[in-house]
């Protein structure tokens, strides 16, 4: 049992080390053209396709809501499969328009104080597997007006 655990410490070292060397350095022989030699990219970078979710909640003597504007950050890129569902797991009608990070939410009928939590589902976010926590900054319109409404942010970290 102690070798073995001995045997993967000294493993896990040379292989930490052996990551940890790779390096750029440019020969300088002067007779011949430089190249590059022992290049790694520390950490490996990528991409992959998550789910977000979040929830509104509508105030009870609330005027309804026409349309929800969500302001996506540029560390990640949102598709347009979003869905909207009521307090009782309801799909809600939407019409999305995107105009570069700014997502606009339409709904056909407006969402009244009767729905008092709306679950917000973007389906398919791609974003990096490393980085800093994604922010999205979140706004409303009501019936009857074209001022948006800050309600918050929702908060979203990397994992990997």
């Not at 679950?119 to 398919?124: A, C, G, H, S």
Request: proline share 5%.
């Amino acid at each position: 049992m102690k070798r073995t655990l001995i045997s993967t410490a000294v493993c896990s070292v040379a292989t930490a080390a052996s990551i940890f060397t790779g390096y750029a350095n440019a020969k300088t022989d002067n007779n011949k053209v430089a190249n590059l030699e022992n290049y790694m990219q520390l950490p490996p970078a990528g991409w992959q396709l998550v789910k977000q979710t979040f929830q509104i909640h509508v105030p009870k003597n609330g005027k309804a809501l026409s349309e929800l504007i969500i302001d996506a950050p540029s560390t990640v890129a949102v598709s347009n499969d979003i869905d909207i569902l009521d307090d009782k797991g309801q799909k809600i009608k939407i019409n999305i328009s995107v105009n570069n990070r700014r997502i606009i939410i339409d709904f056909p009928k407006p969402v009244t104080s009767s729905t008092t939590k709306l679950q917000v589902n973007l389906n398919k976010v791609q974003q990096p597997t490393l980085g800093s926590t994604s922010v999205y900054y979140l706004s409303v319109k009501v019936v009857g007006s074209d001022v948006e409404i800050p309600i918050g942010v929702a908060q979203f970290a990397h994992s990997n």
